[in-house]
């Protein structure tokens, strides 16, 4: 079973726990970063939207791809390992991006920063799991909430540097050398082993882990309709100016990052499966209440809305896989994490394509009827 730990590997403690939590803030931090520096590639290179969003495929690529290999290899070499090479690959590709006009070139640091951040996500998770689990405690939720820290530390430090005239190339510096020092600082805390399991190196998922993936799955979707969507939504339905049309993701990303910061105490006094209904009934009040009321006032309280009800639902998922005994752990994060981000990046794709066909509030509906299956499935999963 994956929830043996094996005599000489020393059980997880306070040192580990805080290990995990910089384990997902690194990522959060390297992957925002990179979000203010795409308008200098577009730039730099010569692009349209249309081979932008063809050369940005390339890192979601690189993530897919990586996160079933990123646990096959933890299995064998350990979660320390993977962390520190997968982090390396992805912070040094950003000097890369910050300065090649070649899209080849750019392809090939995308793809390479794309598997880089989908392992280290994939097998953070898998530290997260066996250290939750081995501490008798709520902390998924505030593992979790690091990440989204460290997404707002690494967007707003690198849109305030280059604010202040720093160059893209020296903004890519500064996260190098937060990043190596941030690593150093983490490394003794991460795990030299991974939960132990029978069976192959890769399996599709079966059992409750099916579920548990089809359940992040709208829960990513949703996260990226509101990254992806929002700010179109505001200016075409809700008459925002471009300025300011960005608030719509801010409201989501500061009750997200808040909700999760708070999250595990709210689950230890809640219960997962509480959490789970009551938050999934939130997330798709607030989705409702954007598209229903006509001011645009109400659609940042929808937005604000939605990221308290998703903030806690994928950890209480993330919970779930230690629990289940269907799949050992390094198969079935890998899995989950794999589906989430194919929600992230289809989902809003497939809003586009609803759009189209009808309307971009009827898709925002869709999303919502899906948030409150979530809810309901709080009956069905044993948490």
Not at 79 to 106: E, N
């Amino acid at each position: 079973m994956s929830t043996i730990i094996e005599a000489d590997q020393k059980i997880p403690g306070l040192r580990e726990q805080g290990a995990t939590r910089l384990a997902l803030f690194i990522p959060g931090v390297i992957l925002s970063a990179w979000a203010p520096l795409v308008p200098y590639v577009k730039a730099r290179a010569g692009l349209d939207e249309g081979a932008l969003g063809l050369l940005l495929l390339c890192l979601g690529l690189g993530s897919i791809l990586a996160m079933p290999l990123s646990g096959a290899w933890a299995r064998k070499a350990g979660c320390r390992t993977v962390i520190t090479v997968a982090t390396v690959a992805a912070v040094l590709m950003l000097p890369v991006l910050a300065t090649s006009a070649s899209v080849p070139g750019l392809a090939v640091a995308l793809f390479v920063f794309g598997a880089g951040i989908g392992s280290m996500d994939c097998v953070a998770n898998i530290q997260a799991v066996i250290v939750e689990r081995a501490s008798g405690k709520t902390l998924m939720s505030g593992f979790h909430g690091f990440y989204s820290l460290g997404g707002l530390a690494g967007a707003g430090g690198s849109a305030a540097l280059l604010t202040l005239g720093v160059a893209p190339l020296g903004v890519a510096g500064i996260v190098v050398v937060l990043t190596a020092g941030l690593l150093l600082w983490a490394r003794p805390g991460l795990l030299p082993y991974a939960a132990k399991g029978d069976g192959p190196a890769f399996a599709l998922p079966h059992g409750v882990v099916v579920f548990i993936a089809a359940l992040c799955f709208v829960v990513f979707l949703a996260e990226g309709a509101a990254l992806d969507w929002s700010a179109v939504f505001l200016t075409a339905e809700r008459g925002v100016e471009p300025a300011m049309a960005g608030l719509g993701f801010a409201a989501f990303s500061l009750t997200m990052t808040a909700g999760r910061l708070i999250g595990d105490r709210i689950v230890e006094r809640l219960g997962r499966a509480r959490v789970l209904l009551f938050g999934g009934l939130l997330a798709a009040t607030g989705m409702a209440v954007a598209v229903l009321v006509p001011a645009w006032p109400a659609a940042l309280v929808g937005y604000a809305l939605l990221g308290a009800g998703c903030s806690n639902l994928v950890p209480v998922l993330f919970s779930a896989i230690g629990r289940q005994t269907d799949m050992p752990e390094h198969l079935a994060v890998p899995a989950v994490t794999t589906v989430g981000y194919a929600g992230i990046l289809a989902g809003p794709a497939g809003i586009g394509w609803i759009a189209h066909a009808s309307s971009l509030p009827l898709a925002f509906g869709v999303v919502a009827g899906l948030l409150a299956l979530v809810a309901t499935s709080s009956q069905l999963l044993k948490l």
